[in-house]
Structure formats: structure tokens, C-alpha cells
């Protein structure tokens, strides 16, 4: 993604306002940080959350990456992908928490979206659940962040 290529191909998205989405692993996080920061004018939308090591727990550098990436602003965070990233037949609510409460400490109500991953999802939970999980952690949101994160962040990212 940092290859002159790609880049020059980024930079002609923006005159059709058109939207990236950065579909990567946690390792990449570095990598797409630098990419995004080189085109601040460019909207990217991070999906999966860059598909976090949740069955291991491995927590402590996506979360540096993370947060560093969520410092530029012209990224928004699909919150979708973690029940395939987590032990498919034993995954539990409590653990997708760490990395929520990451996510929105990061990106903020703003710039969170949801997104369901279906069907990839199927592999690990049905529709329902998988809606569940992000249904029960966003009951503390205010009204309007969780406007934001239901439907108003990809109305306005998308342009839709």
C-alpha cells in the first residue's frame, strides 16, 4: 500500500469522492497509518478493525496502532469482522469488550460505523448474534451517538 502505484491510484480517488476502505491485518496497521497521513484529504474507512487477534487475546500493539491511526481524522472505523476473529464455537461477549472499549476511545462516536460482516459472520455467529454483541455495548451511547454509530457515520462517510 506504500508502493508509488497504489499511492498515485489513492490520490486519483479523490476527485471522484470516492471512499478506500482498508482491508488489512493488525500488523499492517503501521503501513496503513503512514498511507492515510500522506492523503489527509482522502476518506478511508478501516473494516474489521484491521481483524484483531481476539481468540489470543493479543491486545497490546493493535491498540498502540490503533490509536495511532484514529489520530488522523479522515479515518472511520467499521465495527465488524470480530466474531470470525475470535474462537468461533466458544467466543463470549466479554470478549469483544477490551476492543470496543478501544475502538471508541480511539475513533470516538463520530467515527464508528457498524457493520455486520455477513455473511462472512455465519462462520461464527448468525446475523442476530453478531448485531447482538454491538446491540448491548452501545446501550450506554447517548441518543446521538448512537445515531452516529448506527446509520448517520456511513450516511456521511459514504455520501449516501
Same mark, same amino acid.
Given at each position: 500500500?506504500?508502493?508509488?502505484?497504489?499511492?498515485?491510484?489513492?490520490?486519483?480517488?479523490?476527485?471522484?469522492?470516492? @471512499?478506500?476502505?482498508?482491508?488489512?491485518?493488525?500488523?499492517?496497521?503501521?503501513?496503513?497509518?503512514?498511507? @492515510?497521513?500522506?492523503?489527509?484529504?482522502? $476518506?478511508?474507512?478501516?473494516?474489521?478493525?484491521? =481483524?484483531?487477534?481476539?481468540?489470543?487475546?493479543? $491486545?497490546?500493539?493493535?491498540?498502540?496502532?490503533?490509536? &495511532?491511526?484514529?489520530?488522523?481524522?479522515?479515518?472511520?472505523?467499521?465495527?465488524?469482522?470480530? @466474531?470470525? #476473529?475470535?474462537?468461533?464455537? !466458544?467466543?463470549?461477549? =466479554?470478549?469483544?469488550?477490551?476492543?470496543?472499549?478501544?475502538?471508541?476511545?480511539?475513533?470516538? /462516536?463520530?467515527?464508528?460505523?457498524?457493520?455486520?460482516?455477513?455473511? @462472512?459472520? !455465519?462462520? /461464527?455467529?448468525?446475523?442476530?448474534?453478531?448485531?447482538?454483541?454491538?446491540? =448491548?455495548?452501545?446501550?450506554?451511547?447517548?441518543?446521538? #451517538?448512537? &445515531?452516529?454509530?448506527?446509520?448517520?457515520?456511513? $450516511?456521511?462517510?459514504?455520501?449516501?
Amino acid at each position: 500500500m506504500l508502493i508509488k502505484p497504489f499511492k498515485n491510484n489513492i490520490a486519483l480517488m479523490g476527485a471522484y469522492d470516492f @471512499v478506500y476502505e482498508i482491508l488489512i491485518h493488525s500488523d499492517q496497521l503501521i503501513y496503513a497509518n503512514q498511507l @492515510v497521513s500522506a492523503f489527509p484529504n482522502q $476518506i478511508f474507512v478501516l473494516d474489521h478493525l484491521a =481483524k484483531p487477534k481476539i481468540k489470543s487475546k493479543e $491486545i497490546k500493539d493493535w491498540e498502540k496502532d490503533i490509536a &495511532e491511526l484514529a489520530k488522523n481524522e479522515n479515518v472511520y472505523c467499521k465495527l465488524s469482522g470480530m @466474531v470470525t #476473529e475470535a474462537d468461533w464455537i !466458544n467466543w463470549d461477549y =466479554k470478549d469483544f469488550e477490551p476492543y470496543l472499549d478501544i475502538a471508541f476511545n480511539a475513533f470516538g /462516536a463520530e467515527r464508528l460505523m457498524f457493520g455486520s460482516d455477513w455473511p @462472512v459472520c !455465519n462462520l /461464527a455467529a448468525d446475523y442476530q448474534h453478531t448485531t447482538q454483541i454491538l446491540e =448491548k455495548y452501545t446501550t450506554s451511547l447517548t441518543k446521538t #451517538e448512537s &445515531e452516529n454509530f448506527w446509520a448517520a457515520n456511513a $450516511i456521511k462517510c459514504y455520501h449516501l
